[in-house]
Each structure stands twice: as C-alpha cells, then as structure tokens.
C-alpha cells in the first residue's frame, strides 16, 4: 500500500494591520516615526513615497522598512507620505500627510482618496 503526501501552500495577499494616522501634525525639530505593519505570505516588501518620489532620502527605515523615521521635522519635509507593501500576490498601501504644528501646509483636498 502507498502513501500520499500532499503540500498545501496558501499565499496571502498582503495587508497593512495597523495603519498609521491618516493626518500628523508635529512640532517643528520633532523626531517623526511612522510605522507601517503588515502581513502577507510570502512577507512582504515595504517601501515609501512621499510626495510620489521613489527616492527618500532624507529619512532612515528601521524594522525591515516597516518603519520610517524623519530625525528633524520641519517645514521642508511636510507633505504626503506613502507606505506601499507588495508581495508575489497583490499589495496595499496607507497615505499619511505629515504637517508641521501652527503651519497650514497641507489642506485635506490635496489628499486624495
């Protein structure tokens, strides 16, 4: 008599399970984090945009990515922050505009859904 083994793998789709704040206001000098967690199988890939650019570079990631992290906010570095998490199956992003405290930098309609 023979036996049969199978192997089932389920891929799941990534998903953001603790979104960040959609609107962030900070003092000005503050150090910012923002932290971006997800789930997925195979894991998944975090990366960042903020204002559409590819390319931050004036902030450090920490925790795989998951995390993002401005040393000293000021008025440069305001706008809209983007957290994208990408796998084999699918992705999911959150939007947080980060504004500096006393300033109106940034206004709700410039955020879109």
Not at 28 to 35: A, C, E, Q, S
Not at 68 to 74: F, G, R, Y
Request: overall charge positive.
């Amino acid at each position: 008599m023979f036996k049969y083994y199978y192997l089932i793998y389920v891929l799941e789709k990534p998903r953001i399970i603790d979104r960040p704040l959609v609107f962030q206001t900070y003092t000005r000098g503050t150090m910012v984090y923002i932290t971006c967690k997800s789930r997925g199988d195979p894991t998944p890939t975090v990366t960042w945009k903020w204002n559409d650019q590819q390319n931050i570079t004036h902030v450090q990631f920490r925790a795989n990515g998951a995390t993002l992290v401005i040393e000293a906010l000021d008025e440069s570095l305001v706008g809209k922050y983007q957290c994208l998490v990408k796998n084999a199956v699918g992705f999911d992003s959150a939007k947080i505009l980060v504004n500096v405290f006393g300033k109106i930098l940034l206004h709700q309609s410039t955020f879109p859904n």
